[in-house]
């Protein structure tokens, strides 16, 4: 095999390992997200997110329908802001619906259901979801449930 | 009774003598060490004969291997409800251990045995004294370069079987059991750690392929000069460097992930 060839196949091979590289930190240990699919941005706050994690689950009926894409504390009112991606195929989804967090699994993974509303506008990008409900957090359900016991 | 102590220490001393010769051997590899910057050739063409000759191996592995660890990480998660941690799951077992490791073994079985066979041949044939006859040290035109392309090429083809092994992963979980893609990848991200993870396993894979790059080296160095004792060399060279990974394996895991 001729020396350019040699070195081509050397050169490439450099390139897929630091490529490599590059998946594991970026893609394996999120660094960064790569790909993004079309879709438009709501925004719920929420007294408690409990577990919810960026890219979580975002579902309406049980059908995925985008994403968490971030998670803040909102400064002013002490509540948790969650960014969510909605997919862009899910474009009718009513104005007035309600966001929950629910459990799915024995591990406790969280993600945010949607409850359809009865208003004919649809969600638009940059809305935000005024209904919301809480993570069930099972220590203060088990607290309140001792107090009551006690009383 | 006198017989069997005198085979003992005659084996310790023969162990002794052959780590002496590997240490005294790596010594005169370092030296040489510039003779791979002036002459890149050298290197590029030995990275050429372990490394992009080991590719396909590494690739076909990585995928059985994160496609066996997706569906058994898998089966066994669903018992508990848990199948969304299996991308975890796939992720820490390759970037920590099987990515190091079986990239390693495999090295010492597709390139580490030629890298012998090769310069055990060379020490048979007299190539190698009839270079020294010519005033041209095969230490430098002959090992430095072998050697250095193996510690190039494992954390490379390690990060290689990391990535490919995780791809894996997702194609059998997400793609043929059905478990969230979201939660596969942010499971993950959550739980893997550049600096914790990656890095050590790159570290890891540093260690190994100085290891088997030494190994083979001596091995076809010291190797006695004729059919048979080449091909002793080459079993025993992929052997001990297998064994070696293993072994300073558990070491390494013991102290980076505590």
Redesign the interface.
Known sequence: MS?RL??I??G???A??????M???L?????TELRQPPGYHVTAKFDNVGGL?????VSMAGV?VG?VEAIRLDPDSHQAEVKMRINERFGAIPADSAAAIYT????G?QYVGLEPGWETEPLADGDRITETQSAVVLERIIGQFVTGMQD | MTGLFQALGQRTLNGLRGLGEAVLLMGRILRAAPEVVVRP?LL??Q??AV??LS?VIILVSALFVGMVLGLQGYYTLSD??????VGTMV?LSL?RELGPVVTALLFAGRAGSSLTAEVGLMKATEQLSSMEMMAVDPERRILAPRFFAALL?V???A??F???G?FGGYLVAVGMVGV?G??F??????A???QD??LNG?IKSVVFGFLVGWIALHKGYMAVPTSSGVSRATTLGVVHASLAVLGLDFLLTALMFD
Do not use: C, H
Not at chain 2, 80 to 85: D, L
Not at chain 2, 185 to 190: A, G, I, V
């Open positions: 020396q040699v070195e196949w050397v490439v091979f450099v897929i390992g630091l490529a490599a590289m998946v594991l930190a893609q394996v240990s999120g660094l994690r960026e890219k979580a689950p995925r994403r799915s699994g024995l591990l993974e | 050739r590029v063409e990275i050429y490394g992009v590719l508990f409800g848990a199948t969304e941690a992720a970037v090429a954390p490379l083809l990060a290689v990391s990535a490919v995780v969230d979201g939660a990848w942010s499971n993950m991200q959550n893997v750690t550049i993870d990656i790159v």
